[in-house]
């Protein structure tokens, strides 16, 4: 083993002490929800860009609502998955999620920060209510919460989510420019995967189980 494998053996076996995770769709998929964007996205022809705007919801409110109910009832009908759980099993850290549908908190989370907000809450707008998530051109929820953790990072785990929407997609540099390692898991390579220091390919169903078990070990 050279002298620089041996060095990153060795930063491998330290045990982290402050560990967020963040994650995207992905982490959900093999809970039967659908992704945003590539292969088999359900948006019955729109784009998530074309629905999840202020301007698509003054344009036609009913349509909005409608596509809003139509996914509550997949994520009701849906449980955590073994990656849910796996995360779960690591109590201390912070779980930084894009996702809306709650499963890590049903997962036994407990530092969720839900950066897009929460499909089953809702809060007035103009004449009508409208789900309580955080839309194109809006500001993403927990901010200041976010990037204290990624200050305390010392490992940062990104899991299921293409890094194609920012500010989110720019906490890996956050994290790794405050000293953290991180780490991608994700079925394929993310738009921003050549910002972490290591990554692994496949079903987060798969991956993070095991992951989680190499770093309680
Ligand atoms: C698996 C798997 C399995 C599948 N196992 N993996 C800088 C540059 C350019 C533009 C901007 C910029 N900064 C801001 C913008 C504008 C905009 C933006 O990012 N646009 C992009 C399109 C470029 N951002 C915003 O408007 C944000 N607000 C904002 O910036 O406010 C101003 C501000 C300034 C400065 C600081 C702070 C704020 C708001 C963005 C809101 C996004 N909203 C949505 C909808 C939420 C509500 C809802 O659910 O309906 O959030 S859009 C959608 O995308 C949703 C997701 O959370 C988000 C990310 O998607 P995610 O989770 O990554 O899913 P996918 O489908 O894209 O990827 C899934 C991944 O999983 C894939 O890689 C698969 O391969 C993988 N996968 N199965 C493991 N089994």
Redesign the pocket.
Known sequence: MSFLEQALEAIRRTKPRNVVFFT????S??SGIP????AGGLWRNFR??DL?TPAAFARDPELVLEWYEWRRGLIRAAEPNAAHQAIARMADAVVVT???DGLHARAGSRNVIEL??N?FRERPSGAHMRPD????????YG?DDIFAALREADLFVS??????????AGFVQAAAANGARTLEL???P?EGTRWFHEARHG???ELVPGWVDELLA
Do not use: D
């Open positions: 995207g769709a992905g982490v998929a093999e992704t945003f964007r590539g998530a860009e999840a894009q996702n809306v897009h907000g499909i998530v955080v839309w194109f051109g809006e500001m993403p901010m899991i299921g989510t293409s890094g194609a929407v920012y500010p989110a994700n079925l394929v993310s079903r987060a169903g």
